[in-house]
């Protein structure tokens, strides 16, 4: 194996002085039909001494450790310890890390491996493949799939990350927080007038028939000037971060009580415990949503800011007020997280069946184009509870409106606006997916970057 090394090193070692800079290293694997990127991790986890340049001991040894970890990885496919791995091999491990995927997906996998055609990989296929590739474990097919990407469109809804226990240990797991929680607070800013014209709608009902989207924003920068189109953007942005924490936290709880030690968590438990996290999450922070909507529907002057809004509530209202809506709320957790998870899987499952031919590995753009499109249907389902529960934090404020629960607002709005009613403001709330999706993406990854996480 040491020859194979030596002779692997004398052919990226263009210059021949015995070292390898970035650039040969990349130029030489790119020949090699190995991406520039990988070249690039190579190279910083394998230039030891830090001097710029790879010698042949650093070489070696960046290749020697990494074929321990491609063994441990190969073992542990190879149920049955005959030295290949098979398509049902493939399939059974998926099914422990909790991914269900055709025998006829497992193969296609097994196709972009194996070398000699036999349909089945053996050690030195395996390595040959794997060599310069940073994909060293089956949980990373897993990964490339994992359904977030630091995606945010303004959702309280969504089911929390996943994370694996080397990313939890080495502290992986704060780092991807926290670079969601900024790229939410980025994304969220820069979506807020789309939101805010979005709860006017909802709450104003069969007022804003008349209110289209460029209506809508001329009325709101003559009454309030241009900086009202961010109002209550504060309240939203300011719960990230206490959500995130407790929705992280419960769904570990959660999924230690639903599944036993050692198994792998599927999506039938991921949704369970997703959704209750949620629930979880949502009871600690909802009366910050009711101060968002109220901030975002109050006229200008009406309240000073965040703690004046809460304290005028609190004086006027009591304090029930601050849960107004939390029943539909609650509610709409459970289609939004299932259609979400649901549509995700299906996707993926089509792409793996048609588009998978020479990697697992889909690209950034199919990925954010999954996620979205799964969590506008996740949307869709749950958006009549969600209009529901922002009519019921507003209605205080809203003259003339008889204060309804839940059944008696949905009986009065279908039978006033019909069923349109409760779709009312869809319009701009599907208009800020997109954008809100692309800001939320690129701020992830850049945060991703600063704070040194590192790449699937």
Sequence with gaps: ??????????????????????????????????????????????????????????????LKDHEKQMKLAFKSLDKNNDGRIEA??????????????????????????????TMTVDWNEWRDYFL??????????????????????????????????????????????????VAGAISRTSTAPLDRLKVMMQVHGSKSEKMNIYGGFRQMVKEGGIRSLWRGNGTNVIKIAPETAVKFWAYEQYKKLLTEEGQKVGTFERFVSGSMAGATAQTFIYPLEVLKTRLAVGKTGQYSGMFDCAKKILKHEKMGAFYKGYVPNLLGIIPYAGIDLAVYELLKSHWLDNFAKDSVNPGVMVLLGCGALSSTCGQLASYPLALVRTRMQAQA????????????????????????????????????????????????????????????
């Design 88 to 117: 049902s091999e493939i399939v059974q491990s998926l099914q422990i890390l909790g991914l269900t995927i055709s025998k006829q997906q497992a193969e296609l996998i097994l196709q972009s491996i194996d070398a000699d055609g």
């Design 132 to 181: 310069f590739n940073p994909v060293t474990d089956i949980e990373e097919i897993i990964r490339f799939w994992k359904h977030s990407t630091g995606i945010d469109i303004g959702d309280s809804l969504t089911i929390p990350d996943e994370f694996t226990e080397d990313e939890k240990k080495s502290g992986q797991w704060w780092r991807q927080l926290l670079a969601g929680g």
């Design 1 to 62: 194996m040491d020859a194979f090394y030596e002779e692997l090193f004398s052919y990226l070692d263009h210059n021949e002085d015995g070292t390898l800079d970035i650039l040969e290293l990349q130029e030489g694997l790119q020949d090699i039909g190995v991406i520039q990127d990988k070249g690039k991790k190579i190279f910083t986890t394998g230039d030891v001494n830090k001097d710029g340049k790879l010698d042949f001991e650093e070489f070696m040894k960046y």
């Design 397 to 456: 404020m809203v003259e003339g409106t008889p204060q309804l629960n839940m059944v008696g607002l949905f009986r009065r709005i279908i039978s006033k606006e019909g069923l349109p009613g409760l779709y009312r403001g869809i319009t701009p709330n599907f208009m800020k997916v997109l954008p809100a999706v692309g800001i939320s993406y690129v701020v992830y990854e850049n945060m991703r970057q600063t704070l040194g996480v590192t790449q699937s």
